[in-house]
């Protein structure tokens, strides 16, 4: 894997130079970062993220750097929208100016001068994130052939009004994206820039939470992605991947606005979202074109889940078992067995990769089916996939309208039991089965009755 240094200096406005290479990265290992990376540089052509970056974030060392990564995305291909939060900003100009900072439940009550207070403090950090960006097209190794960094007056709003008892004033909600105009900007190559402010159709301007402006035009907008660079404290570990059940569990116990935000947006057709810490070098890049990412991310609960194989499949079987095949732990199958046999295979792939693989072998005499080949890739037996393949199988032979499960293993005996199956008799194999049974390998049957 390529180092985060090096990562840092591809998303970077700075140009590169031998001196900033350096000697710690070896040509090798720069090879093996873009081999794993280019069939995602293929595959996020053309897709639309939305990317939010809290104001946090921006009062880091290294917001350069991470601009430089989101000007990289655009370079790369992707259509990006950016959207900034702006909270510390905004409290900092409160606090010297001796004004009150009012937060009830996590939104700001926005009087009149607060929100003047906001605006220049939107204002000026979006001319400073304007500045980097543009810096990070004009510089090598960036070229952007687009016309650049764009903002505008693209979403309205309305009022909170109030909540609890609690008067908002003009912190506002977000009406409407305007999609239309969104769309023809990222046609041409632009990066859209979204600030947390905008004006309600009777002409009253609102401040705003930059996640849910984030969250709205991911929505509106369809987008692929939904990025979230923001610290979410030592209090909240997040796993590198969630589901959306997983997800409102999680919430459930932390209350966490921008996961209401995130939930919504994956829930409406959003694809994927990611929430990537701003300390980590070259997380936005590592997160988004490797395979196994550095981050949390969040989906339908699609990602990761098995279904039925096809011929396009068989090599990445063949890859996945035959280290366990020479070890003995699995039976051994030609290419031309697997061929003839893909349509009892069920597999798991991740972003063209088979990660998972497993068959089952109906015998309709017998009313049951033999589940065999179960197999996980080693870097990916954290979670759950290896008994949601197991589950899958078995549902495949429920549907059949058989009555029992059976398999042969000579390593996975106490696993199967902690899914309730149970041992059983040689005699008690369909006659087939008895008859091909290898006695070198002294496999334990096991079963589970499922109807």
């Known amino acids: 894997m390529v180092s985060c240094g090096i990562l840092r200096l591809l998303g970077s406005p700075l140009p590169l130079s031998s001196r900033q290479f350096g000697m710690s990265v070896s040509n090798q290992s720069l090879v093996g970062f873009f081999r794993e990376a280019a069939p995602y540089i293929h595959m996020h ?13 921006l ?13 990289l995305l655009s370079t790369l291909g ?83 009004g109030i909540l609890d008892g609690v008067d908002h004033l003009l912190t506002g909600r977000v009406r409407k994206i305007n999609t239309m105009l969104l769309e023809q900007l990222l046609v041409q ?50 796993p590198r991947q969630l589901n959306l059940n997983a997800l409102k569990q999680l919430n459930k116990h932390h209350a966490i606005p921008l996961l209401d935000d995130i939930d919504i947006a994956v829930s409406s057709g959003v694809n994927r979202a990611h929430i990537i810490q701003p300390s980590l070098p070259g997380g936005v890049i590592l997160e988004l074109y490797t395979r196994d990412g550095v981050s949390c991310m969040i989906d339908n609960g699609d990602y990761d889940t ?9 090599q990445g079987i063949i890859e996945l078992i035959t280290p366990w095949q020479l070890q003995g732990i699995l039976a051994k199958r030609s290419r031309e067995q697997i061929e003839a046999e893909i349509n009892y295979f069920s597999v798991i792939e991740r972003d063209g990769r088979i990660i998972g693989c497993a068959a089952l072998y109906p015998h309709k005499n017998h009313s049951s089916a033999e589940l065999a080949c179960l197999v996980i890739d080693p870097k990916y037996r954290s979670g759950s996939r290896g008994s949601n393949l197991a589950e ?4 495949k032979a429920r549907r059949a309208g058989l009555e029992k499960v059976f398999l ?44």
């Open 45 to 57: 052509q053309g897709k639309v993220f939305v990317v939010a970056i809290s104001g946090e974030a």
């Open 59 to 71: 009062e880091r060392n290294n917001a350069p750097e991470i601009l430089g990564d989101i000007a």
């Open 78 to 160: 992707a259509r990006i929208i950016l959207v900034h939060g702006a909270r510390p900003q905004i409290d900092k100009q409160l606090s010297k100016e001796n004004h009150p900072s009012d937060i009830y439940n996590g939104l700001r009550i926005t009087d009149d001068k607060t929100l003047a207070i906001a605006k220049k403090a939107i204002g000026q950090l979006r001319i400073d994130i304007e500045n980097y960006l543009n810096q990070a097209f004009n510089k090598p190794p960036i070229i952007n052939n687009g016309p650049g960094v764009l903002s505008g007056n693209l979403l309205s709003t309305r009022p909170v």
């Open 189 to 238: 190559s632009n990066i859209i820039l979204m600030s947390p402010i905008g004006h309600s159709p009777i002409g009253q301007t609102h401040n705003l939470r930059y996640e849910e402006v984030a969250a709205c035009t991911a929505t509106t907008i369809k987008a692929d992605k939904l990025i979230i660079i923001q610290d979410m404290g030592d209090s909240l570990q997040l």
């Open 306 to 314: 098995p279904r039925p194989a096809n011929e396009q499949d068989i």
């Open 392 to 395: 899958h199988m078995i549902d």
């Open 408 to 451: 042969l293993t000579t390593q996975s005996i106490d696993w199967f039991k902690e899914r309730g199956f149970e041992e059983m008799d040689l005699g008690e194999l369909p006659t087939s089965k008895q008859l091909t049974y290898n006695t070198d390998r002294n496999s334990r049957a096991l079963s589970l009755t499922i109807r």
